[in-house]
């Protein structure tokens, strides 16, 4: 069977910036995301992140409006329509300004309107205001998968098509503890570092983490044993986990774990996970 048949679907990725930016994925790779959509050849149709713009503070910290004014540009380089949305000030009665740039409205209409074109939404947040939203989508014949990181609506997850952590994306989210030029292999490569979950434990002091090997457009064929899976799977053993996680506890799809992929004693056997770290649970 041929399974590298492009796909006619029309895709649309709509970014709730400020959430992901604040729960767990700052710094993510808007480039990384675009390819991740795209990745079963899909046309990409609409292309739009959200974020808010502090125009006091933008005039008192220049700084902060060269930070501003780059990360959109990066933003507008790879494709992205950004629309952002002004800071309103208050006062809360305590001596103190309350900020805030609500975008939930504006990401619901434009994605009512715009979805009419779209046979796939790809909704990057966590915040479950958006569940009737993802209803709706749905009622009108769309695929919705939701992508987050950290503090991600259990409602959400649970009403979308399809939800996808951005640490098990590889390369979506920059490692933070490795220093420039530290990452000399591939993900997914011997001797890279790579995000994954344990989704097998035997209870007998060892068990196993699959993670992602490359993007593909069988992302979920889950299976490491097909040859066609862009999944692979890891040997940890107990001691090897970071302090902290209780091994009865283990398989656990919500604890997601970084580490290093090592080869074992025999060069046959399953490779291995060391310096293993959480990076969310």
Same mark, same amino acid.
């Given at each position: 069977?041929?399974?590298?048949?492009?796909?006619?679907?029309?895709?649309?990725?709509?970014?709730?910036? /400020? /959430?992901?930016?604040?729960?767990? @994925?700052?710094?993510?790779?808007? $480039?990384?995301?675009?390819?991740?959509?795209?990745? %079963? @050849?899909?046309?990409?149709?609409?292309?739009?992140?959200?974020?808010?713009? $502090?125009? !006091?503070?933008?005039?008192?910290?220049?700084?902060?409006?060269?930070?501003?004014?780059?990360?959109? %540009?990066?933003?507008?380089?790879?494709?992205? *329509?950004? #629309?952002? *949305?002004?800071?309103?000030?208050?006062?809360?009665? &305590? &001596?103190?300004? =309350?900020?805030?740039? &609500?975008? $939930? =409205?504006?990401?619901?209409?434009?994605?009512?309107?715009?979805? *009419?074109?779209?046979?796939?939404? #790809?909704?990057?947040?966590?915040?479950?205001?958006?569940?009737?939203? !993802?209803?709706?989508?749905?009622?009108?014949?769309?695929?919705?998968?939701?992508?987050?990181?950290?503090?991600?609506?259990?409602?959400?997850?649970?009403?979308?098509?399809?939800? =996808?952590?951005?640490?098990?994306?590889?390369?979506?989210?920059?490692?933070?503890?490795?220093?420039?030029?530290?990452?000399?292999?591939?993900?997914?490569?011997?001797?890279?570092?790579?995000?994954?979950?344990?989704?097998?434990?035997?209870?007998?002091?060892?068990?196993?983490?699959?993670?992602? *090997?490359?993007?593909?457009?069988?992302?979920?064929?889950?299976?490491?044993? &097909?040859?066609?899976?862009?999944?692979?799977?890891?040997?940890?053993? %107990?001691?090897?986990?970071?302090?902290?996680?209780?091994?009865?506890?283990?398989?656990?799809?919500?604890?997601?774990?970084?580490? %290093?992929?090592?080869?074992?004693?025999?060069?046959?056997?399953?490779?291995?996970?060391?310096?293993?770290?959480?990076?969310?649970?």
């Amino acid at each position: 069977m041929n399974h590298n048949v492009q796909s006619s679907a029309r895709v649309g990725v709509f970014v709730d910036s /400020n /959430n992901i930016r604040m729960n767990g @994925g700052y710094g993510m790779r808007y $480039d990384v995301l675009r390819e991740y959509a795209v990745r %079963d @050849g899909s046309e990409l149709v609409r292309c739009n992140a959200y974020l808010s713009f $502090d125009r !006091v503070r933008a005039e008192e910290d220049d700084m902060y409006r060269r930070g501003q004014a780059n990360y959109t %540009d990066n933003l507008r380089d790879f494709g992205y *329509k950004v #629309i952002q *949305k002004k800071v309103r000030r208050y006062d809360n009665g &305590d &001596d103190r300004t =309350v900020t805030k740039a &609500d975008l $939930d =409205v504006e990401i619901t209409v434009d994605l009512l309107r715009q979805s *009419k074109n779209l046979d796939r939404v #790809i909704l990057a947040t966590g915040n479950g205001d958006f569940v009737h939203l !993802v209803r709706a989508l749905q009622d009108e014949g769309k695929r919705v998968e939701v992508l987050g990181f950290d503090n991600v609506s259990g409602d959400l997850r649970r009403e979308c098509d399809q939800f =996808v952590s951005g640490f098990l994306i590889p390369n979506l989210l920059p490692f933070r503890d490795r220093e420039k030029g530290a990452d000399e292999e591939e993900w997914g490569e011997l001797g890279s570092r790579v995000r994954g979950v344990c989704y097998s434990h035997t209870g007998r002091g060892y068990g196993f983490i699959r993670y992602m *090997k490359k993007i593909s457009q069988k992302c979920w064929s889950t299976n490491t044993r &097909d040859e066609e899976s862009p999944y692979g799977s890891a040997f940890v053993h %107990d001691s090897s986990l970071p302090e902290g996680i209780d091994a009865r506890r283990l398989p656990s799809r919500s604890t997601v774990f970084e580490f %290093d992929l090592a080869s074992g004693e025999d060069p046959e056997d399953t490779w291995q996970a060391h310096n293993v770290t959480v990076a969310a649970r």
